[in-house]
């Protein structure tokens, strides 16, 4: 029996004109999750978010809450919360005023508002219009709107856009609390520094399919496998880099002092530069991050790359 807060995608797929948006888009959100939904620009994620949340049909495939369709479920917004723009909101309302007509539409009472304003952080400035409001601001304003319904699923597209320091600290804890009480949280940011703090599970997209689809400390252990970090003087970094080529080794220069070695064991990189008597003041094994996970996979699946200038 499906729980009612799993959100299971499966073979979504969607034309616009031309353009083929969705291409069997297949994964699954669970509860007691934050699961960070990646890819580059074009790559399908917002049209999926959108499908989930019945706001576009699909052409093939099925995108179910709880082993129901978003249309099937009875007050939707106390199954499935969402953001997925900030800005669409009736600028001349206040905050307060916005939530109480979502809230009436929902049979949800006037001190819920209240409680999910100070949950967001705007409780002293829920009589202010939100025309006014930041970027930052609007999307807590959004988050709080998503919560209205305390729904099992929740569902924030970008929701880092315009945060600033502060606010992406309290973003951070505010995921890591809602999977912690047993939701479904569904993440899709491009900033990857912060969802490598936050998510447990990543599906990487592109082109309009599933690229990957595994827990964040799986893909950061297979990104790092077979790669070593070799700290030398700068003095001796293009020395130590030519070595190690010379030795079969793929090496990048990632910083002054700072070389990443892949396809030599690092007792094979001690070794090699050793007998050159090339100088070195550590070796280590790499840990990759979350972004270079990331680019590593995505990397033919780019649908606009600049041009890189010398």
């Given at each position: 029996?499906?729980d009612?807060a799993t959100?299971?995608?499966?073979?979504?797929?969607?034309?616009?004109?031309?353009?083929?948006?969705l291409?069997?888009m297949?994964?699954?959100?669970?509860?007691?999750q934050?699961?960070?939904f990646v890819?580059?620009?074009g790559a399908?994620?917002?049209?999926t978010m959108?499908?989930?949340?019945?706001?576009?049909?699909?052409d093939?495939?099925?995108a179910?809450?709880g082993g129901r369709?978003?249309r099937d479920?009875?007050?939707?917004?106390?199954?499935?919360?969402?953001?997925?723009?900030?800005?669409?909101?009736?600028?001349s309302r206040?905050a307060?005023?916005?939530l109480?007509?979502?809230?009436?539409s929902?049979g949800?009472?006037?001190r819920r508002?209240?409680?999910?304003?100070?949950q967001a952080g705007?409780?002293?400035?829920a009589?202010?219009?939100?025309?006014g409001?930041?970027?930052g601001m609007?999307q807590?304003?959004?988050?709080?709107?998503?919560m209205?319904?305390d729904?099992?699923?929740?569902?924030?597209?970008?929701?880092f856009?315009g945060m600033?320091?502060?606010?992406?600290?309290?973003m951070r804890g505010?995921?890591r609390?809602l999977?912690?009480?047993?939701r479904?949280?569904?993440?899709?940011s491009?900033?990857?520094?912060?969802?490598?703090?936050?998510?447990?599970?990543v599906?990487?997209v592109?082109r309009?399919?599933?690229?990957?689809?595994?827990?964040?400390?799986?893909?950061l252990?297979a990104a790092?496998a077979?790669?070593v970090?070799?700290?030398?003087?700068p003095?001796?970094?293009?020395?130590?880099?030519?070595?190690?080529?010379?030795?079969?080794?793929?090496?990048s220069?990632?910083?002054p002092d700072?070389l990443t070695?892949?396809?030599l064991p690092a007792?094979a990189?001690?070794?090699?530069l050793?007998?050159?008597?090339v100088?070195?003041?550590e070796?280590?094994?790499?840990?990759a991050?979350l972004e270079?996970a990331y680019?590593?996979?995505?990397?033919d699946?780019v649908?606009?790359?600049a041009e890189v200038r010398?």
């Open positions: 029996m499906t009612d959100v299971e995608v499966n073979g979504l797929r969607k034309r616009f004109g031309s353009t083929v948006a291409d069997g297949t994964f699954t959100v669970r509860p007691g934050v699961t960070g890819g580059p620009n399908g994620k917002s049209t959108r499908m989930i949340l019945g706001l576009d049909a699909a093939s495939g099925t179910l809450i369709p978003y479920l009875h007050r939707p917004l106390c199954r499935v919360g969402s953001l997925l723009d900030a800005g669409a909101l009736q600028p206040t307060r005023n916005h109480l007509w979502l809230a009436h929902q949800l009472p006037a508002v209240d409680e999910v304003l100070d705007l409780g002293a400035v009589r202010r219009r939100a025309g409001f930041s970027l609007r807590r304003l959004g988050i709080a709107a998503a209205l319904g729904p099992r699923v929740v569902m924030l597209d970008e929701p856009n600033d320091p502060e606010g992406i600290v309290w505010f995921l609390a999977a912690a009480e047993g479904a949280v569904l993440v899709s491009h900033l990857m520094s912060e969802l490598q703090g936050v998510a447990d599970h599906v990487v592109g309009g399919r599933v690229i990957a689809d595994a827990l964040v400390a799986d893909l252990a790092s077979d790669r970090t070799v700290t030398a003087p003095s001796v970094a293009a020395a130590a880099a030519a070595v190690l080529r010379t030795a079969g080794a793929t090496v220069l990632d910083g700072t070695v892949a396809g007792s990189v001690v070794a090699r050793t007998a050159a008597g100088q070195f003041s070796v280590s094994t790499h840990r991050t270079e680019f590593d996979l995505t990397r699946a649908e606009f790359r010398s």
